[in-house]
């Protein structure tokens, strides 16, 4: 069974700090992994990644996967109150259906 | 707008109620989800359909039904309401990938929160 773990569970922090979020997982025939962010409805793409090592990173956001030890890492910086949110990370293996097995979140909240 | 559409928005069923929640999508994506999410649980998979006319159980399907009569519309049954399906709904949608596609995707609606009393 896919399994898809991630930490902390919340997060306060102030704005300006950087934060890391962590997602490490479990899955037969691994495709991708995929962050997404949930304001106050529903979750919206924020990046997609297939290989090792190559980080993505979009503004303030980044992100970049180890695929020989499972696991993957989201880093804002500079952290701004609009980045209060929680960040879900899931994992889509091969085959039909692209099903995706979703992580328990990160609630991340920026004071100001 | 293009996406995915999902009614009702908020629903407060009784004990034993039927109900049905709807999906529909306008991107032509073969694939379709039917998420729940409970605090500190992320998205859990009741159902998915690769396709038309096809549906598979997901994580958590117990309690559940699913139709997806059309490739647009993929829709999600409650027979008899239990409060241990109070939760957020989503559907999702995403297009089969191939090889030469990069991104996957998925596309979220808004979601349906549903009380049972």
């Known amino acids: 069974e896919d399994k898809v773990v991630q930490s902390p569970l919340s997060l306060v922090v102030h704005e300006g700090d950087t934060v890391t979020l962590n997602c490490s997982y479990e899955v037969t025939n691994f495709r991708s992994l995929l962050w997404y962010k949930q304001e106050k409805k529903a979750p919206t793409f924020l990046f997609m990644l297939t290989s090792s090592g190559i980080e993505k990173k979009s503004g303030r956001l980044s992100s970049i996967l180890d695929k020989k030890e499972l696991f993957s890492i989201l880093n804002i910086t500079a952290t701004q109150t609009g980045d209060s949110a929680i960040y879900l990370c899931a994992v889509e293996p091969q085959g039909a259906g692209n099903m995706l097995t979703f992580g328990g979140g990160t609630r991340l909240m920026v004071k100001p | 707008n293009a996406g995915v559409t999902q009614t009702p928005k908020f629903q407060v069923l009784k004990t034993g109620q039927s109900m049905t929640l709807q999906c529909a999508q306008d991107?032509?994506?073969?694939?379709m989800y039917w998420y729940r999410q409970d605090p500190g649980m992320g998205l859990r998979l009741i159902y998915y359909?690769?396709?038309?006319?096809?549906?598979d159980k997901g994580e958590v399907p117990n309690g559940y039904n699913v139709s997806r009569l059309n490739k647009r519309e993929f829709s999600l049954r409650l027979e008899s309401a239990a409060p241990s399906q109070t939760s957020v709904y989503f559907c999702a949608s995403l297009l089969d990938r191939g090889a030469q596609t990069k991104n996957t995707e998925a596309f979220f609606g808004q979601g349906t929160r549903l009380t049972v009393v």
């Open positions: 359909s690769a396709s038309e006319g096809t549906t």
């Open positions: 991107m032509n994506h073969n694939s």
